[in-house]
């Protein structure tokens, strides 16, 4: 099965918005709501920053929310900020208890 | 502390077999789902395999079904992945994850599996 489909890349300035969309089919994104983001600094772990499509873990910033319309889903960052500068992976369940990840998004903060 | 540690990883050559650990701490680890998740030298995340909190039902990416196996033993609060006939395409750090309704809510550090002669 093929990743999820997810820019490589996006960028904005402190203070701006910023989406990541996060693109699938009806037999993951579309199917269920089970969608996560997840935060990653090169050489850390990685951090959930939304499950379920909406919700936040505790501690998560409310500048980061998430949406899904169809078989694509979106990460929104609000009031970007230079720590939010890091890879972005969304991930979806896929049926029969397995899971499937997006390439990726690198986002800069200018 | 709440934290899961993966150990075990390293060098191997090509068709070698390594096995991974994962140990929780912190949290009731029988009562989790759990994720190995990897990520290849300068590629993205991919998914691996789910196991149940009992073991009863696992789940593999096609990319690794037939030669790797996921356990646990929640005596332990530890949780395996074997794995063998290991290619260069294997070399990545694996990360083990505790499940939260199909997500990974708790990570591990990572540890580095390199297969080459």
């Known amino acids: 099965q093929s990743a999820l489909t997810q820019p490589p890349s996006a960028s904005g300035s402190p203070g701006q918005s910023v989406a990541i969309s996060c693109t699938g089919t009806?037999?993951?994104?579309?199917?269920?709501?089970?969608v996560s983001w997840y935060q990653h600094h090169p050489g850390k772990a990685p951090k959930l920053m939304i499950y379920e499509v909406t919700k936040r873990p505790s501690g998560v910033p409310d500048r980061f929310s998430g949406s899904k319309s169809g078989n694509t889903a979106s990460l929104t960052v609000s009031g970007l900020q230079a720590e939010d500068e890091a890879d972005y992976y969304c991930?979806?369940?896929?049926?029969?208890?397995?899971?499937?990840f997006g390439g990726g998004t690198k986002l800069t903060v200018l | 502390e709440v934290q899961l540690v993966e150990s075990g990883g390293g060098s191997v050559q090509p068709g070698g077999s390594l096995r991974l650990s994962c140990a929780a701490s912190?949290?009731?680890?029988?009562?989790?789902?759990m994720h190995w998740v990897r990520q290849a030298p300068g590629k993205g995340l991919v998914w691996i395999s789910r196991?149940?909190?009992?073991?009863?039902?696992?789940e593999y990416a096609d990319s690794v079904k037939g030669r790797f196996t996921v356990s646990r033993d929640n005596a332990k609060n530890t949780l395996y992945l074997q794995m063998n006939s290991l290619g260069v395409e294997d070399t990545a750090v694996y990360y083990c994850?505790?499940?939260?309704?199909?997500?990974?809510?708790?990570w591990g550090q990572g540890t580095l599996v390199t297969v080459s002669s």
């Open positions: 912190g949290f009731t680890f029988s009562s989790y789902w």
């Open positions: 196991i149940k909190y009992d073991g009863s039902k696992i």
């Open positions: 991930s979806s369940y896929t049926g029969n208890n397995t899971v499937i």
């Open positions: 994850a505790r499940d939260l309704w199909s997500a990974g809510d708790l």
């Open positions: 009806s037999s993951d994104v579309g199917g269920y709501n089970l």
